[in-house]
T-cell receptor, first 112, second 112 residues
Framework: ETGVTQSPTHLIKTRGQQVTLRCSSQ?????VSWYQQALGQGPQFIFQ???????GRGNFPPRFSGLQFPNYSSELNVNALELDDSALYLC???????????FGSGTRLTVV | RKEVEQDPGPFNVPEGATVAFNCTYS??????FFWYRQDCRKEPKLLMS???SGNEDGRFTAQLNRASQYISLLIRDSKLSDSATYLC?????????????FGKGTHLIIQP
């Protein structure tokens, strides 16, 4: 059974650019959620996808968008990058029930 | 008021000692509760779910008090490898559509 995998592991982008981060969910998990973790903070919920539909969103602007594919993998897209977008972006998958989520190792994004 | 509050520490504890963390949550409708462990620059990993009846996993005991809206974690016979940040996590909605709400974490340092 494979866990949650994310790519790339590190990324440096310039302010104003766009970025796409990718996530493959754990086998058997149909729910994927994305989190942003700034240094010294707990992860903050961005949004969640269940069976290819967004079914929950945190307090993030529309320039944060996503997709989930039929194989339950997912993408996070961020447009018009700002310096404050620099963070660790974590993908988590689950079965959608009240069980714990499994996190990927994250993508560390630096915006310069 | 923050949704999930934890004492950030650091807690400096000698090896072999017992240490306890608490956290409080603000949303009385919260449905599921977890403790996650996060090592430096790594992803959060599920330590244990937390139930009202209390649950134990080896040296770790978690307890939920719904009336007071607080969650506790007790670590007995602490090991050097227990050094990490412990994240208190709440899931408000059953299907997870509100995502997981994390505290900022409590930093634990076990000293030899």
């Amino acid at each position: 059974e494979t866990g949650v995998t994310q790519s790339p592991t590190h990324l440096i982008k310039t302010r104003g650019q766009q970025v796409t981060l990718r996530c493959s969910s754990q086998s058997g998990h149909n729910t994927v959620s994305w989190y942003q973790q700034a240094l010294g903070q707990g992860p903050q919920f961005i949004f969640q996808y269940y069976r290819e539909e967004e079914n929950g969103r945190g307090n993030f602007p529309p320039r944060f968008s996503g997709l989930q594919f039929p194989n339950y993998s997912s993408e996070l897209n961020v447009n018009a990058l700002e310096l404050d977008d620099s963070a660790l972006y974590l993908c988590a998958s689950s079965t959608g029930q009240n069980y714990g989520y499994t996190f990927g190792s994250g993508t560390r994004l630096t915006v310069v | 008021r923050k949704e999930v509050e934890q004492d950030p520490g650091p807690f400096n504890v000698p090896e072999g000692a017992t240490v306890a963390f608490n956290c409080t949550y603000s949303n009385s409708a919260s449905q599921s509760f977890f403790w996650y462990r996060q090592d430096c620059r790594k992803e959060p990993k599920l330590l244990m779910s937390v139930y009202s009846s209390g649950n134990e996993d080896g040296r770790f005991t978690a307890q939920l008090n719904r009336a007071s809206q607080y969650i506790s974690l007790l670590i007995r016979d602490s090991k050097l490898s227990d050094s990490a940040t412990y994240l208190c996590v709440v899931n408000v909605s059953g299907g997870g559509a509100d995502g997981l709400t994390f505290g900022k974490g409590t930093h634990l340092i076990i000293q030899p």
